[in-house]
């Protein structure tokens, strides 16, 4: 844990004994000797991890959780539970994913305690922590559960291959870097916490998955192409009805897919972003094979042809747009 500069140290080595559950009391090559991986091994996991190496080989970072961890993942790779070559990567996206969910909890709590400008001693801060630590983990446990469930009913039944058919799209809030420039912090924050809420909330009542969010921008999946549709139809119209929400622009496309450790890749990902760049706000645009998927509904959608466009990889790019079925005059 990198100490904050500015941070009284005694407050420090308190708070992370307490977050760490033990205070550290090993070196690198102590775990090193302790769990029985090699040098190399160790320095890999802990940087795959996202954290820094130690200054010195005398650096005290360490607690037993630590060699403990180590000797689990060398467990799951022995017991072929785990490939080695994908375990580098496995171990980055929870490193990634586990950070940025720290930054949030603890910025939270920071909020929260240092609203009054005054300064903080232990005694105020460890019972906080004693009571959000068990909390946040059991949380967190249940989360990981739940979508642990969901994703076993979805590819324990498919085959072993990594490459599945879906749809892909991005969602892009139209004029971002303009809009940023004339808000404050605060209003900055409420139009980014609008656009994630909103779009969570619509991809997943419709049994999507959001991969990513990058900066202005959504990626995210469906397995079945009507809801892939009805998903993009809804970000596309939620400006219209919520004029908080900032307006957008999607881009989907249908085919196959690599998916890899939660993130998918391959050329209909870069089909739906190029069809984002392009389309106009609070417009859909899809490639042919989800406008052959979605015309058969055509009590859900319009497909209709769009101009063919060139963009980068692309020289010709097809694209049809997809709009709300006309509403019968007299309603």
Request: proline share 5%.
């Amino acid at each position: 844990m990198a100490q904050t500069p500015g941070l009284d140290p005694a407050l420090f080595a308190a708070l992370e004994a307490t977050l760490l559950g033990q205070a550290p009391h090993l070196t690198r090559l102590d775990v090193i000797e302790q769990s029985g991986v090699t040098d190399e091994r160790a320095r890999e996991l802990w940087l795959s991890l996202g954290f820094p190496s130690p200054a010195s080989d005398d650096e005290v970072l360490f607690t037993d959780a630590d060699v403990e961890a180590v000797r689990t993942l060398e467990g799951l790779v022995a017991s072929g539970m785990v490939d080695p070559r994908t375990e580098n990567a496995l171990t980055r996206s929870m490193g990634r994913s586990f950070a940025r969910l720290a930054e949030w909890e603890i910025a939270e709590v920071a909020t929260m305690m240092l609203g009054s400008g005054a300064r903080l001693d232990f005694a105020e801060i460890e019972p906080v922590i004693e009571t959000a630590l068990p909390a946040l983990s059991n949380l967190q446990e249940y989360v990981w559960r739940r979508h642990l469930a969901n994703a076993a009913g979805r590819l324990l039944l498919q085959a072993s291959d990594d490459a599945v058919v879906q749809a892909v799209g991005f969602a892009d809030i139209v004029g971002y870097t303009r809009r940023t420039r004339s808000l404050d912090a605060d209003e900055l924050a409420d139009m980014v916490e609008r656009f994630e809420s909103t779009v969570n909330a619509v991809i997943s009542d419709d049994g999507g998955r959001i991969i990513k969010t990058i900066g202005d921008e959504v990626l995210f999946v469906a397995d079945d192409p009507v809801a892939a549709g009805r998903i993009a139809l809804r970000l596309a119209g939620a400006h219209e009805i919520d004029e908080d929400f900032p307006q957008v622009r999607v881009g989907m496309a249908h085919g196959r897919v690599l998916a890899r450790l939660g993130d998918v890749f391959g050329e209909v990902v870069n089909i739906a972003s190029r069809l984002t760049s392009i389309a106009r706000p609070g417009r859909v645009l899809v490639n042919r094979e989800l406008a052959d998927e979605l015309r058969e509904h055509d009590d859900l959608f319009r497909v209709r042809r769009a101009r063919t466009t060139p963009v980068k990889g692309y020289s010709r790019l097809e694209t049809w747009a997809v709009k709300p079925p006309k509403t019968p005059r007299g309603d």
